[in-house]
């Protein structure tokens, strides 16, 4: 099981009494506004347990669902490895962090221009994603351009679990797509109901701001929690846009939308595993994007990181984003911020690491790039112990007054824990120029040339093969 380390200081930006006032008005959202809700299935379900549809036809949530379904889902589970092996325990405590394994663009590391993603490059992503101690899981999209709409996200799946045995999370372009993806996943591990003891993947999906759930998004859901398989139900939404302009407003709108997904998944299947995400941004009234660099992006999601831990979910965030579409000033410090604004708040399953341009590509040299920045940032978050071995007062006597502590058993046995960059400078004398560039470039080049990624077995190779073959016709 990875080691996980939590940030040590206390972080935060709500605070106890505004993230309740923020509770209680996403409780009036569901019970009196209501929300648009589709899916014969799901609205039939929310029917039978109390929901009511109004003449102007959306549909209000009770507020005895609502705590019906925080109170029996799980806080904690665990994901496994490709090889069925624990691999990290998720809870509002532990912080992992991941990276895309496609986008709609790759910001080529040979050439330095942004072109289309290939399938081709799913195996750069994943075998770059599997060597980095700080990078845990992928996010398999199914966004590759030579591969047709209908079978990417099974095509970008099975590219992916080729090429990397940590944790996946990934998402369809449609239902048909979720239901394959788990099909092949239950042929990599082994069945079904392995997959559902052991899962080494969870799911990805959004409902449409404002307060609208399509059936669509209501099947992804109602589909992930029959079959066991950890799901995050993830509001995107833009502040001005489809969101309030205040912070407070598109926190509660977002709240509400996150918990309709949390009474969809226990009332489909009580204790399904279920994961918090938000997304509040601001949309910039000059260009109209919707921002991945905006430091009120990184304030709301911590801030909605605090709403998840006050229920005891765990928190999917978002860190390692820019705006630039390029590896320069802008972008290092667009992603510092987030990765930093992560781990401060605690977020659980942190993706996006890596992808630039309003969320258009990913950068394996960012990639490479951030994860030494994240763990530079982990020494930062772990904070200051004091205890008696800490305060080292019976050292500080040894040496005395004008000693020094250098050749000390105390410093031999502890300086190995202080961080020691691999691509960052500390020479004595620096070079002219900076190396930094090349130094990832080299690391790149290593990975793909040196690090192996052990097969999968033969069988399931060869059934693999048939699912593109069937994915192909």
């Not at 109170?71 to 509002?92: A, C, I």
């Not at 999209?141 to 940590?166: A, H, M, P, Y």
């Not at 004008?402 to 300086?415: I, Q, V």
Request: aromatic share 8%.
């Amino acid at each position: 099981m990875k080691d996980v380390l939590s940030s040590a200081i206390d972080f935060n930006v709500l605070g106890q009494e505004k993230c309740k006032q923020i509770h209680e008005a996403s409780l009036t959202i569901m019970d009196e506004i209501g929300l648009k809700i589709q899916g014969d299935q799901v609205l039939n379900l929310l029917l039978d347990h109390g929901a009511k549809i109004g003449n102007d036809g959306l549909t209000r949530i009770p507020v005895p669902l609502v705590e019906k379904a925080l109170e029996v889902v799980p806080k904690e589970f665990t994901l496994y490895s490709r090889d069925g092996e624990p691999y990290v325990r998720v809870n509002k405590n532990n912080t992992i962090i991941g990276t895309h394994s496609d986008q709609l663009e790759i910001l080529d590391p040979f050439s330095g221009n942004a072109r289309k993603f290939l399938r081709k490059d799913t195996e750069l992503m994943a075998k770059i994603a599997d060597y980095l101690p700080n990078i845990d899981f992928v996010l398999s999209v199914g966004l590759s351009s030579d591969v047709s709409t209908r079978i990417q996200s099974q095509v970008t799946f099975i590219e992916t679990v080729k090429s990397f045995r940590k944790p996946i999370n990934f998402s369809s372009n449609d239902v048909q797509g979720l239901n394959d993806v788990i099909e092949i996943a239950a042929l990599v591990a082994g069945s079904k109901k392995i997959l559902q003891n052991k899962p080494f993947i969870f799911y990805y999906c959004e409902p449409i701001p404002p307060l609208t759930h399509p059936e669509e998004s209501t099947e992804k859901l109602r589909i992930s929690a029959e079959n066991g398989i950890p799901v995050v139900y993830m509001p995107y939404c833009m502040l001005g846009g489809t969101a309030p302009i205040t912070f407070a407003g598109a926190l509660a709108q977002c709240n509400a939308d996150v918990l309709t997904g949390l009474v969809i998944s226990q009332l489909v299947r009580e204790g399904a595993p279920y994961i918090y995400g938000a997304m509040p941004s601001i949309m910039d009234m000059r260009t109209t994007v919707g921002s991945y660099g905006a430091p009120e992006f990184a304030l709301l999601v911590s801030a909605s990181s605090e709403l998840a831990h006050m229920y005891g979910l765990p928190f999917y965030g978002t860190a390692g984003t820019s705006d630039a579409k390029f590896i320069d000033e802008q972008s290092i410090a667009e992603v510092t911020m987030f990765c930093y604004a992560a781990l401060l708040s605690k977020s659980n399953l942190v993706h996006d690491v890596g992808v630039l341009d309003h969320c258009i590509n990913v950068s394996p040299e960012m990639v490479v790039l951030a994860d030494e920045i994240i763990e530079m940032l982990k020494h930062f978050v772990q904070g200051v112990a004091v205890d008696s071995e800490e305060l080292a007062l019976t050292v500080i006597k040894d040496v005395g007054p004008g000693g020094h502590f250098l050749t000390t058993e105390h410093t031999a046995s502890k300086f190995k824990s202080i961080w020691y960059p691999q691509l960052f400078s500390r020479k004595m004398k620096n070079d002219t120029s900076s190396e930094i560039r090349g130094k990832i470039h080299s690391k790149i080049h290593t990975i793909i040339s040196n690090h192996q990624i052990p097969t999968l077995d033969h069988e399931i190779l060869k059934e693999l093969e048939k699912w593109e073959i069937l994915a192909s016709d």
